[in-house]
């Protein structure tokens, strides 16, 4: 089993930034990749950044490209979302993920819901005008 826990979220004022943290315990060796998804109110959660574990590539949704930039502590099977230049429109839970599947099945996305094998509980970022 894996655990994971996000923190890192608040309130901020449009223009403003935040950096979430999710880390990640029990089995992780065999991480394949982590992701950052997020739920607006009466939204569908909805792919946010992913991380390949072993090669650190990353990948964003077009909505946050160049604004978000997400890493990983491999060491302390961490990762990170740091958020710049946040707008109301980013206000959400946002949840991490991980994945193992893809490490035996062969696939390479990280980018759907179904993709990931593990989710924290949330983190609420609000964005405030």
């Known amino acids: 089993q894996v655990q994971l826990v996000e923190s890192g979220g608040g309130l901020v004022q449009a223009g403003g930034s935040l950096r979430l943290s999710c880390a990640a315990s029990g089995r992780t060796s065999s991480m394949y990749g982590m992701g950052w998804f997020r739920q607006a109110p009466g939204k569908e959660r909805e792919f946010v950044a992913a991380?390949?574990?072993?090669?650190?590539?990353?990948a964003y949704a077009d909505s946050v490209e160049g604004r978000f930039t997400i890493s990983r502590d491999k060491a302390k099977s961490a990762m990170f979302l740091q958020m710049n230049s946040l707008k109301p429109e980013d206000t959400a839970v946002y949840y991490c993920a991980a994945n193992f599947r893809n490490g035996w099945s062969g696939k390479k996305s990280l980018y759907l819901k179904t993709d990931y094998d593990y989710w924290g509980q949330g983190t609420q970022v609000t964005v405030s005008t």
């Open positions: 991380i390949y574990w072993s090669g650190g590539g990353t």
